[in-house]
């Protein structure tokens, strides 16, 4: 299930700012909220700018310095997405997702989707496919028309839009089925870390689908999505600890690591009556690990 993308960076160049509005956008990613707010605002009294007017409304909207306002935020998201300011577009149609200071719904917000992926926002463009895939915003249901969304912000470079599409190319769902072209684009979602990717990716890497078999490889990738505390990742990295495969044979780690996934909800028969059979002393083992780490 894929979740609705927050506000991302575009590829697409933006006007290069004043040197008043360059300092305050410097100035608040460093923590200086008040300096960003007293920059921005002397930027607009001398010419009216897009980027300042969204740099304003995300202080609102996120109470930074200010007094959290939705209702200013949504002021200065409207006065800059009137000249086109295609972060601002996208943060209106988030509003209207979460039904901050507007009407909630995804039939408000796909027109500022749609409007935000024209000017070059690629997380409404991975927006809209995620609406157009469940038929939601008033669309019926279409798998063709939402690849082709997914691929045009997978393309751009968004990670959950290049893990969208490879599982469309996977299941044959909206676009041929091509498990080649389907392991690439999981690649490059996995490249950015993407904890869905790395599994899919993975298991792929695993059973030889769509690419070369590579244990050791699938092994890596479980890893660093377990360690980025993702559950599904910590039991199937236990279970190749636990049999050896892609990985040196090491029952505590994989006691280890079934055990903090089951912290966290994920339960695993194989791995449950792993444990059961290990060593009493090695099971005490990996609890003190487990305690330690959640501690």
């Known amino acids: 299930q894929q979740r609705p993308a927050q506000q991302q960076p575009s590829r697409k160049q933006q006007p290069r700012p004043a040197p008043v509005l360059a300092a305050a956008i410097g100035a608040y990613p460093r923590g200086h909220i008040l300096t960003a707010i007293r920059l921005a605002t002397e930027e607009l009294e001398r010419a009216p700018h897009p980027a300042s007017m969204t740099r304003i409304a995300e202080l609102y909207s996120n109470g930074y310095g200010v007094p959290q306002d939705d209702a200013k935020a949504l002021e200065w998201y409207r006065l800059a997405a009137a000249r086109d300011d295609r972060n601002a577009v996208f943060a209106i149609g988030m509003a209207h997702i979460e039904g901050r200071g507007v009407a909630r719904g995804p039939l408000q917000a796909r027109p500022w989707f749609e409007r935000a992926a024209g000017l ?21 249901p279409d798998a063709q028309a939402a690849a082709r969304w997914f691929q045009r912000a997978a393309d751009a470079g968004n990670a959950d839009a290049q893990f969208a599409f490879a599982t469309l190319l996977k299941d044959g769902n909206g676009v041929e089925r091509d498990l080649a072209r389907s392991a690439r684009y999981m690649r490059l979602a996995a490249a950015q870390f993407l904890p869905e990717a ?19 490889a699938a092994a890596r990738l479980f890893r660093l999505a377990a360690e980025r505390g993702n559950p599904l990742a910590m039991n199937r990295l236990a279970r190749l600890l636990a049999t050896g495969r892609g990985v040196p044979a090491d029952p505590i780690r994989a006691a280890r690591w079934h055990m903090m996934a089951a912290a966290f909800g994920a339960n695993d ?4 009556d792993f444990i059961q059979r290990m060593d009493p002393r090695d099971r005490a083992e990996a609890e003190r690990g487990v305690q330690s780490f959640l501690q």
Do not use: C, K, W
Not at 269 to 272: G, K, P, T, V
């Open 120 to 140: 070059g926002h690629f997380a409404a463009a991975y927006n809209l496919g995620i609406m157009t895939l469940s038929g939601q915003g008033g669309a019926t």
């Open 269 to 272: 028969d194989f791995m449950r």
């Open 198 to 216: 790395m599994i899919d990716l993975g298991v792929s890497l695993f059973n030889g689908t769509g690419v070369s078999r590579d244990e050791p």
